[in-house]
């Protein structure tokens, strides 16, 4: 019998919910939300295009800004966060302390805050375009919850794995790359989606310092128009098709991995 | 080939192991037994340093592993190590588990490393799983890939600590099977067992422990047909 890390339930905090496995059938919770946003969406713009056709042809640069922060932050916060997960694990004092003390500040300091933070912080010293400081402070936010799930991952791996690996002469390097991270793959890739949708709506904290974003794009038409019910229907919309879609995606891949064993 | 002297492992104010001395010879087969919890295992396990004694020397194959400048990798080369849980790498294959440390280690050439495999499979009659991942194997195919897996370090010493308890019966036959080759063929091995029957046809010396110590030490014949010690008596009449 071999102990594998099977099933294992990491808690990340608040992120959207992957479709289970059980919620097949016609008329899935996924299903009526997904379609259901779709569907209205071209009920609105087909009935009144005026204001939700002008609005649907405001708004896709903003879509795309979002993507941009939200996968540049994402990438950036895997790396983080591996830096951090090995580091809260490591029996070297500086390198863990560093990491906890990381973690530890990160987490008690609302994203908000950390976003203006480093606006205006960096903006002091060095002038960097606000879409860069809104990517840093998102991945830095995120490497901090990243890490933890890298953490957990690792540490999910039976013991008798890196023991068999030192019985066989490997380093503790050799024994975390070649033996423990490809097994914590596995076990950290579904809460790393999580934590990308999380991210993805979060982003829309950017707007507040002039990231042209989905939302502020919303916003800046609304302000022109006078138009606020209809535009923030469409953009809660669109949010809404975008992170549907995403959580699909992770679950059909998270399937994948776990078949592929 | 292993010099132990009056080593102590202790767990708060428990002592795991109590000032216990012993010596493997090179070519020797010596089999430790004990009621659970006796120390055993942890013996074993100082030798290549996956338990950290507290007190005391251990010397194997000339280096001693309280030295600090001794590389406990460079021991660990020397040392191959069989577990109950097998410990197999399940993201490999069953080829790719018995190269990895070759490789990484040994720094073989993926052909080299390949062809002692191969070798090896051949030899714990498991060539044509090669290609398997550990998952697909039994039990005891997964503990016969483990023995050759430590072989392809080409060790000097084997440590097996209770490789066949996590078996189910039938298939603990193949495993001592492939144990009594490698006996034979000279290799010198440690083995925690509660196979009395592997005792008595392989081991040369026999090591009964209890609470920490080495009650009684001797021939398997001696051990068996006449121990001295009371606690032995006791265990042997429990476990026969």
Known sequence: ?261 | MVEATEIVKAYGSFRALDRVSFDIYDGEKVVIIGPSGSGKSTMLRSINRLEEIDRGRIIVDGMDLNDPKTDIIKVREEVGMVFQSFNLFPHKTVLENLTLAQIVVRKRSRQEAEERAMELLEKVGLVGKAKAYPGKLSGGQQQRVAIARSLAMDPKLMLFDEPTSALDPEMIGEVLDVMKDLARDGMTMAVVTHEMGFAREVADRVIFMDAGRIVEEGTPEHFFTAPSHERAKLFLSQIL
């Open chain 1, 1 to 261: 019998m071999t102990i594998e890390a099977k099933n294992q339930i990491i808690d990340v905090g608040d992120g959207a919910a992957i479709p289970r496995k059980s919620d097949r059938g016609l008329f899935t919770a996924w299903r009526i939300a997904f379609f259901g946003a779709i569907g209205t969406l071209i009920y609105l713009v087909q009935t009144q295009p005026d204001p939700y056709l002008n609005i649907l042809k405001f708004v896709p640069d903003g879509i795309l800004v979002t993507f941009q922060v939200t996968l540049g932050a994402i990438l950036l916060a895997i790396v983080i966060g591996l830096i951090t997960g090995l580091g809260r694990i490591s029996k070297n004092r500086f390198f863990n302390g560093a990491a906890s003390l990381y973690v530890e500040i990160i987490r008690g300091i609302p994203l908000l805050v950390q976003i203006f933070y480093i606006y205006y912080a960096l903006g002091r010293f060095v002038q960097v375009p606000a879409i860069l400081s809104a990517i840093i402070a998102m991945a830095v936010c995120y490497g901090a919850y990243m890490g933890e799930v890298v953490r957990a991952g690792i540490q999910s791996i039976a013991k008798g794995q890196t023991e068999a690996a030192l019985s066989l002469g490997m380093n503790s390097r050799q024994t975390m790359f070649h033996v423990i991270l490809p097994q914590s793959v596995k076990v950290i890739l579904p809460p790393v989606g999580n934590e990308f949708i999380a991210l993805l709506k979060d982003s829309s904290l950017v707007s507040i310092i002039a990231v042209a974003d989905l939302l502020r794009r919303g916003r800046e038409f609304a302000s022109e128009s006078f138009t606020y019910f209809e535009t923030y229907t469409v953009i809660a919309l669109i949010y809404l098709i975008i992170t549907l879609f995403f959580s699909k995606i992770i679950g059909v891949m998270e399937e994948r991995v776990s078949v592929n064993k």
